[in-house]
């Protein structure tokens, strides 16, 4: 784990001290993202650099220190995240004469490449990465992202030179680059809380997409290409339904063991977060199974019972004879971390529960150097509401005019209970105000991927969010399926994992020198799981399934019936209390034009009155001009 940077002087007119430097500040600002070690290596007769700052987990001895070289000399790589296959991959080679002087897993992804090639050898990883490769005979440079998108790499062409970085922070360090707003990531970001790749919130740089590489040849135009697309993997398959009950879910305990069990291994001590959701308890479950009696669990708590897990969770580790530690997070722990986020999240980024997320980082540091994660699952396994709702009620209601619907959806706003009829006829994870909303949404659109617009983007109400965010801004399906979950948990999957889950995972974990490993995230889960039909995942009005089946065979399953909380804080309450002060300060900066500045406002005092709770889009725009005036742009 680490932090990867690099350059490339297309015109080559830097020394080698020259580009080396750049190599080492760019670098230097990653130092969070590896306190251990740094290195950098230079070509200046190509005009290329490659820098690296090192979280020490695998093989921690200098010889696991990166640039790295190739055997053959051909390859030199700059790579951050882990191959959990690296040993069996590594026995293969070592039975094809290969020799090896390190014991960790960076020499072993040099010589797969000198073996089998970049795209050869990028099928047979399991792992997260974010890859950096240089090309001495080709004189190419390789930039690489994992499957879900678990590491990330920004890069850019500005003035004859491509930088590229883990963060954005690192491309500042570039001199002659001179930041401008992107207003389309900026509109994208105030939609949805945070800014969907390939866009970033800079104009002209771009973030590499899951499953994507690009390579670079000289200043001609890059080569973009796509080595694992989940779309293509859904069309080139058939849902399981031959598989019985027993089979798929013997089939996941397999899977998901194997994952857990390849993500333990590592020179430093292993952990897990445990909020005491299915999630994260499969997870302790498949440590418990596996022999891993002795690893410590951290949890976050709350005062405020609505939002607090701490006993769920507290009460799954003890099942399990698992150490546990929690740490209490309060409204005044939150107004000081708020001023840090923008250094943490180097482009604006919105989701609250970056909060705890950040608070559970810091306590999992101060006992080991990885924790084990359940991001993944929901996305995967349909666990949230809307995918319960595309399941049952959408799948009814597709089958009316588009005409009938729209008008039936109006008339729901204006007559709740013409909702409230129909609510009870289909199958639907809640009732009352929710699932009105959610069954007008319904009604009112024309197809699953536009109901998914409205119910992802930033707002209180349903109604008032803004349909159509444009191609730009949304990943759409596509014709991946005509299924509406499958359609609903593709999407989840290619633009909501990878664009907000693993972003605040990442920034979280790496601001305090922690590897976070997502076992929901192996590729054969993924493909298990999409290859599943909907019996298989959602069941008496309930999504996972399988993976519910599978903590009930480990735990009893009066630890685990309550109602599903997710990741959340009080931030309603924060608003009108510990963040007051920090919002109004930035809800009144000069960077809001005047209508928006009257909208703002507008809302703050409707949220300050409790009028309404507007904490998700308010919390937008203070993140936003926090953003601005941290960067000064």
């Keep these: 784990m680490c932090g990867i940077v690099g350059i490339w002087d297309f015109t080559a007119s830097c020394s080698k001290d020259a580009l080396a430097d750049i190599a080492v500040r760019m670098g230097a600002s990653l130092t969070h993202r590896g306190p251990d070690a740094d290195g950098a290596w230079a070509d200046p007769g190509a005009g290329v650099a490659l820098g690296f700052r090192r979280l020490a987990i695998m093989d921690p001895t200098p010889a696991g220190n990166q640039p790295m070289i190739s055997a053959s000399g051909r390859y030199i790589i700059v790579f951050n995240g882990e191959i959990y296959n690296f040993e069996s991959m590594k026995t293969e080679l070592t039975a094809r004469g290969h020799t090896f002087r390190s014991v960790g897993d960076t020499e072993v992804l040099l010589a797969a490449v000198d073996a089998w090639g970049l795209r050869s050898t990028l099928q047979r990883l399991n792992g997260m990465f974010a890859i950096a490769l240089w090309d001495m005979h080709e004189r190419a440079l390789h930039l690489v992202r994992d499957r879900a998108g678990v590491k990330p790499l920004y890069w850019g062409i500005e003035q004859k030179q491509l930088m590229f970085g883990s963060e954005l922070k690192a491309l500042r360090c570039v001199e002659g680059w001179s930041p401008q707003r992107n207003l389309a990531g900026e509109r994208a970001f105030k939609k949805l809380g945070y800014i969907p790749a390939p866009m970033t919130i800079y104009q002209g740089i771009e973030k590499l997409p899951p499953g994507q590489g690009v390579t670079f040849r000289g200043d001609s135009a890059p080569e973009r290409w796509t080595w694992w697309s989940l779309s293509e993997q859904l069309l080139a398959s058939t849902q399981a339904d031959v598989l019985d009950e027993e089979e798929a879910s013997a089939q996941f305990g397999a899977l998901f063991e194997d994952s857990v069990r390849l993500r333990t291994r590592a020179d430093v001590p292993v952990g897990a977060f445990l909020s005491g959701g299915y999630d994260s308890t499969a997870v302790v479950s498949a440590l418990a199974s596996l022999g891993h009696s002795d690893l410590r669990t951290f949890c976050i708590g709350f005062d405020d019972v609505e939002f607090n897990e701490q006993e769920h969770a507290e009460n799954v580790a003890r099942h399990f004879g698992l150490p546990f530690e929690v740490r209490r997070m309060t409204g005044a722990d939150a107004a000081e971390m708020a001023p840090k986020l923008v250094d943490w999240y180097d482009e604006p980024f919105a989701d609250s529960s970056q909060f705890p997320m950040a608070a559970v980082s810091a306590l999992a540091r101060d006992h080991v150097g990885v924790a084990l994660s359940g991001d ?258």
């Design 376 to 633: 993944g699952g929901d996305e995967l396994f349909a666990g949230y509401d809307r995918h319960v709702w595309a399941n049952g009620t959408w799948r009814t209601l597709a089958k009316k005019p588009y005409w009938w619907r729209k008008v039936a959806g109006l008339a729901g706003h204006i007559m709740p209970g013409l909702i409230n009829t129909l609510l009870s006829a289909h199958d639907r994870p809640s009732s009352g105000a929710a699932g009105i909303q959610y069954m007008a949404e319904m009604l009112r659109t024309e197809n699953t991927d536009a109901w998914y617009e409205r119910l992802v983007a930033l707002g209180e109400r349903p109604s008032a969010r803004p349909a159509g965010l444009s191609v730009a801004w949304f990943k759409n399906a596509g014709d991946v399926s005509d299924d509406p979950l499958v359609r609903l948990r593709y999407l989840d999957f290619v633009q909501y994992l990878s664009d907000d889950i693993l972003v605040k995972l990442d920034r979280a974990s790496m601001a305090f020198g922690l590897e976070a490993r997502e076992p929901m995230l192996d590729h054969r889960l993924i493909e298990f799981a999409f290859n599943l039909p909907p019996s298989m995942l959602i069941a008496s009005g309930k999504g996972k399934w399988v993976l519910c089946e599978y903590v009930h065979q480990h735990i009893p399953e009066r630890l685990m019936a309550r109602q599903k909380h997710g990741f959340s804080v009080p931030l309603n309450d924060w608003l009108r209390g510990p963040l007051k002060a920090f919002c109004e300060d930035h809800l009144l900066g000069s960077s809001h034009d005047e209508c928006r500045a009257t909208d703002i406002a507008a809302r703050w005092h409707a949220h300050q009155m409790k009028a309404a709770n507007h904490g998700p889009s308010l919390w937008a725009d203070v993140v936003l001009e926090a953003w601005l005036r941290r960067w000064r742009i």
